[in-house]
């Protein structure tokens, strides 16, 4: 497999940055994790969108708003063109649910209320993009297996303010994990990163930066402690704020896990079959 760098920064593109995103090439396939703003534009449109399949790690926006404002369209374009022939596979979270009332009046003639439960606005928006798009969208849960090509993605669940998932991709010789958004307490990316050639994995923060009183992503130094106990071959920090330098936050995790790199937008990783998980 072979990892290109999309998108880096969050919450939007900020100068030669975007937000999160990540292509991963299995022979003629195509999987991009995750579309933050701006990351499409390091997209080749000739190749990239054909056998391309999507999986959104969580439905904030600066982690999938490109497949709005730039997937959905394009698709719908090219397949017009006759320059697509099959749908662009598109996996989101099952949605979280938040509750609503609805007034309405019973059978006195009194107003009373019903409690609904509805699914979370984002994903009522991406399950219903309408019809100038050639894409298929459709759920996956933790359980999930999903098969594409020689590769299957597997997930676990992470502590986040919305359902959040890190993403594994194996293709039985050589694997890597994206860690997507998520807390350190109680995260499931150790088991599921343990002997990956690659860890992409956030890093919002640096010591002495407040979180305030959620645990909801990571510091630089917590993403390597994670890496130091999963032991993958290359640990890539991402998701960092896009105003700091990117050298600072790998400084932080070196301490701990030395074979730390950034997510550099443009940079392009081989996974290599090895014995110590070998990434060029």
């Given at each position: 497999?072979?990892?290109?760098?999309?998108?880096?920064?969050?919450?939007?593109?900020?100068?030669?940055?975007?937000?999160?995103?990540?292509?991963?090439?299995?022979?003629?396939?195509?999987?991009?994790?995750?579309?933050?703003?701006?990351?499409?534009?390091?997209?080749?449109?000739?190749?990239?969108?054909?056998?391309?399949?999507?999986?959104?790690?969580?439905?904030?926006?600066?982690?999938?708003?490109?497949?709005?404002?730039?997937?959905?369209?394009t698709s719908y374009v090219l397949h017009n063109l006759g320059l697509l022939e099959n749908k662009i596979k598109v996996y989101i979270p099952e949605p979280d649910y938040y509750t609503d009332y609805e007034n309405y009046t019973n059978q006195y003639g009194q107003y009373d209320y019903k409690l609904l439960q509805r699914p979370i606005l984002d994903y009522q928006l991406l399950m219903n993009l309408g019809?100038?798009?050639?894409?298929?969208?459709?759920?996956?849960?933790?359980?999930?297996?999903?098969?594409?090509?020689?590769?299957?993605?597997?997930?676990?669940?992470?502590?986040?303010?919305?359902?959040?998932?890190?993403?594994?991709?194996?293709?039985?010789?050589?694997?890597?994990?994206?860690?997507?958004?998520?807390?350190?307490?109680?995260?499931?990316?150790?088991?599921?990163?343990?002997?990956?050639?690659?860890?992409?994995?956030?890093?919002?923060?640096?010591?002495?930066?407040?979180?305030?009183?959620?645990?909801?992503?990571?510091?630089?130094?917590?993403a390597a402690q994670i890496a130091s106990i999963a032991k993958p071959g290359l640990l890539m920090l991402t998701h960092f704020w896009p105003t700091i330098e990117k050298e600072k936050y790998v400084k932080e995790a070196n301490s701990i896990f030395p074979n730390t790199i950034p997510a550099e937008e443009g940079k392009v990783l081989k996974l290599i079959p090895s014995k110590n998980n070998k990434v060029l």
């Open positions: 497999m072979e990892v290109k760098v999309l998108g880096s920064v969050s919450p939007s593109c900020y100068q030669n940055y975007n937000g999160p995103g990540f292509l991963v090439t299995s022979n003629k396939d195509k999987i991009l994790l995750d579309c933050g703003p701006g990351s499409t534009r390091l997209l080749d449109m000739d190749n990239d969108y054909q056998n391309m399949t999507i999986i959104i790690s969580h439905l904030h926006r600066d982690h999938y708003s490109d497949l709005i404002s730039s997937i959905a369209y019809e100038e798009n050639y894409l298929e969208v459709k759920t996956y849960s933790t359980d999930s297996k999903i098969k594409i090509g020689d590769v299957t993605a597997t997930f676990a669940y992470n502590p986040h303010n919305i359902r959040s998932h890190s993403i594994k991709l194996s293709d039985g010789k050589t694997s890597l994990v994206y860690s997507g958004d998520t807390g350190y307490e109680h995260n499931n990316i150790v088991k599921l990163a343990s002997n990956t050639n690659l860890l992409i994995c956030e890093s919002t923060f640096l010591r002495g930066q407040s979180k305030g009183i959620q645990d909801y992503h990571l510091y630089a130094h917590e």
